[in-house]
Nanobody, 128 residues
Framework: QVQLVESGGGLVQPGGSLRLSCAASGRTFSSYAMGWFRQAPGKEREFVAA????????YYADSMKGRFIISRDNAKNTVYLQMNSLKPEDTAVYYC?????????????????????WGQGTQVTVSS
């Protein structure tokens, strides 16, 4: 049974940083991509970043480039999202997801509909 468990969310002041973690288990993810999405109240789920589980390849939403960094630790089966220079508009529930890359590594990794497994989410609140 596939499980994706996010952690690391919380309350942070504007300009601060947080690192989210997503621990994956239940199968081999070598042919997968891992993505981070977020959803604020009343808004649609929004793509943040994605990374290939093996080889190289990262992809970011334009609004996240330069502030957010996605990375992985294969030995720990964990994907991270380092978030810097946080703004109040970054407040949302952040979700980790896994996609089998049936279309290969393309910009389709930004589509929630492409993902096969989802975590339960972790709340990030940016406020003074």
């Amino acid at each position: 049974q596939v499980q994706l468990v996010e952690s690391g969310g919380g309350l942070v002041q504007p300009g601060g940083s947080l690192r989210l973690s997503c621990a994956a288990s239940g199968r081999t993810f070598s042919s997968y991509a891992m993505g981070w999405f977020r959803q604020a109240p009343g808004k649609e789920r929004e793509f943040v970043a994605a990374i290939r589980w093996s080889g190289t390849g990262t992809y970011y939403a334009d609004s996240m480039k330069g502030r957010f960094i996605i990375s992985r630790d294969n030995a720990k089966n964990t994907v991270y999202l380092q978030m810097n220079s946080l703004k109040p508009e970054d407040t949302a529930v952040y979700y980790c997801a896994a996609e089998r890359l049936t279309r290969g590594w393309t910009t389709a990794v930004a589509l929630p509909s492409e993902y096969d497994y989802w975590g339960q989410g972790t709340q990030v609140t940016v406020s003074s």
